[in-house]
Structures are given as C-alpha cells and as structure tokens.
C-alpha cells in the first residue's frame, strides 16, 4: 500500500497495487484508479461505491477518500500534482465530477490499454506516462458532469481531524493534543473516530505511520532506525510490534522481502 498524504507539487506516482485497504484520508494530490480484476468499496466524501474490472474512481484533491478491499483486488492506481494534468489544471481546483465513478472502460476498449501503458512508462519515462495520463483524463472528463467544489465539507470534523493528522502524523501525536488544536473535546473526537473512521485514534495514526515507513522500506536504503524515527514512532520496539501485526513479519523481513524490481529512489 503506497501513502496518499505527500504535498509535493511535482509529485507524479503510478504504481500497480493489490488488495489495497486504508482508512479515510486526503491530500493534495489527485488519485486515480483503475480496477484490473476483483473488486473494491471506495469512499469519496459520502458516497461509497463498489467499482470491478474496467471500472474507475477519480479523487479530487482534498477530498476525504477510504479504501476496502472485501476479498482480492488488483488495480493500477496513480497519484498526481493537478499540474501535471495540463488543461484540467483550473477544473481540478475549482470544481469536482457530480460522481466521481466511472465505467467508461467497460464500453471503451482504449481505456484498459491506456491505463496499462501509463503504468509501464511510469519507470521508464514521466513524460510518456504523463501524455497517457492524460488521454485517459479526456476519456473520463468527456463522462463526467462537474459541479462546484462544495468548501462546506471542509468544516466538518471529520475533515479537520484527517486533514490535521495528515499533515502533522510523523510529529508526537496525542488525543489531547488534538482536542486543545483543533478545540473539540477529546471524548467527542475519540467517539468521532470510533462511529464515522471506525477505527480509534492511534490506530488511524498509526497505520498513516506504517504506510509511510513501508514506503520507505521499499524505495529508500534508510537505517531503520532512521525510518522508524521519521515516520513518528516513539521508540523501535512500538515500530516493529506496530508493523508485525500490521504486515505479518518485522521491518527486516519485509525489506528482505521485496521483489529485486522494487524501485529504490
């Protein structure tokens, strides 16, 4: 599972993904995904949909967004800056699709292809896979009916809790500390996270934090003391119990594990 929460404005990642799960979250970025086989719920906002094969979900940025795969999924999933979708810069920003599930591909042979090809580029050449990026963005766009972005959602707590964690996860983190920043009672924000992330707080932050050092197992030569540290982990030992229930093996076996075309930056 890839992390969905980096702001940097060249940020461009297309990677295959499989039997994706993650709890609410938002970014600044713009997801696109594209079921190859299986199945999966995805949650944009308030809607939840069940999309399968040569089916699409398109995530404005910052839209609160949560993935469940019930049984198996494979998909290709691709996470990018709206400036590198060229003439729908403006449109990314200002508005967002009336629905934002498509099945374009099920009628339209193209799209599969396109989708695959924009995946075998994303390692050999950013601007390849930038120009299928886009061919398919025109495919989607030509479905979709666009409304204005609805800046109310970003008064819900529920969005200020996922967005304020979003940003400040790697950093000492208490349920306190939450209450007295964004001035809610802890006991309305624990309860917050039980009825509407279902989940409890520090198991949300604790799973942005494993997502993030798995990342950095996967594409980065970091000591893992290094790694455990910069995801926010108060000490190796929370890190590797935190990670072996999550994963079903330690840091080490997981590193040792990856195929050897894992990409390393």
Known sequence: MQPFYEKKDEEYRCFFSENMTFPAHLH???ELIFIQDGAMEVTVQDRTKT????????????MVHSYLTPDFCNAILCVFSPSHAK???HLLSRQQPACPFFSTAVHNPDLAPAFERMLLYAKQSLAISEAWLNLILAYLMSE????PRNRQDRTDISYQLISYISTHFQEPLTLDKLARELHFNKYYISRVFSVRLHCSFYEYVNRLRLDYAARLLRETDLHITDI?????????????????DCYG??????????PPHCPRE
């Not at 999309?51 to 910052?62: G, Q, T, V």
């Not at 979709?144 to 409304?147: E, G, L, S, T």
């Not at 093996?249 to 990856?258: E, K």
Request: net charge positive; aromatic share 18%.
């Open 228 to 244: 455990w540290q910069d995801a926010g982990f108060e000490s190796q030992k929370t890190f590797n119990r935190t990670f072996l």
């Open 51 to 62: 999309i399968r094969k040569n089916e699409a979900a398109l995530i404005f940025p910052d």
């Open 249 to 258: 093996m330690t840091p080490s076996q997981y590193r040792r594990a990856l």
């Open 28 to 30: 600044s970025a713009v």
């Open 87 to 89: 003439g729908y810069y």
């Open 144 to 147: 979709a009916v666009f409304i």
